[in-house]
Nanobody, 124 residues
Framework: QVQLVESGGGLVETGGSLTLSCAAS????????MGWFRQATGKEREFVAT????????RYTESVKGRFTISRDNAKNTLYLQMNSLKPEDTAVYYC?????????????????WGQGTQVTVSS
């Protein structure tokens, strides 16, 4: 059974930092591109960042560029999202996802596996 389990969410003040982790199990994701998405209350789930299978190519949504960093450790089957300079508008449930392709994607429909999400709340 394939599982993606996020952790690291929580409550942080504006300007603070958090690091999210996503542990994968049930199959190896070494040749899968992976991504982070987020969903604020009452809004659609949106793309945040994506990384290719080897970790050499990354892409970000404009609003997080320069503040968030996506990375992966294939030996540990783990995906990370380092979030700095957090803003109240970053408040959302954050989901990790994996797709059966080595290439990055910012489209939710192109991901095959999803975690259950972790809540990030940024207070003003």
């Amino acid at each position: 059974q394939v599982q993606l389990v996020e952790s690291g969410g929580g409550l942080v003040e504006t300007g603070g930092s958090l690091t999210l982790s996503c542990a994968a199990s049930g199959r190896t994701f070494i040749r899968d591109a992976m991504g982070w998405f987020r969903q604020a209350t009452g809004k659609e789930r949106e793309f945040v960042a994506t990384i290719d299978w080897g970790g050499s190519t990354t892409r970000y949504t404009e609003s997080v560029k320069g503040r968030f960093t996506i990375s992966r450790d294939n030996a540990k089957n783990t995906l990370y999202l380092q979030m700095n300079s957090l803003k109240p508008e970053d408040t959302a449930v954050y989901y990790c996802a994996a797709r059966n392709s080595i290439w990055t994607s910012d489209l939710r429909s192109q991901y095959d596996y999803w975690g259950q999400g972790t809540q990030v709340t940024v207070s003003s």
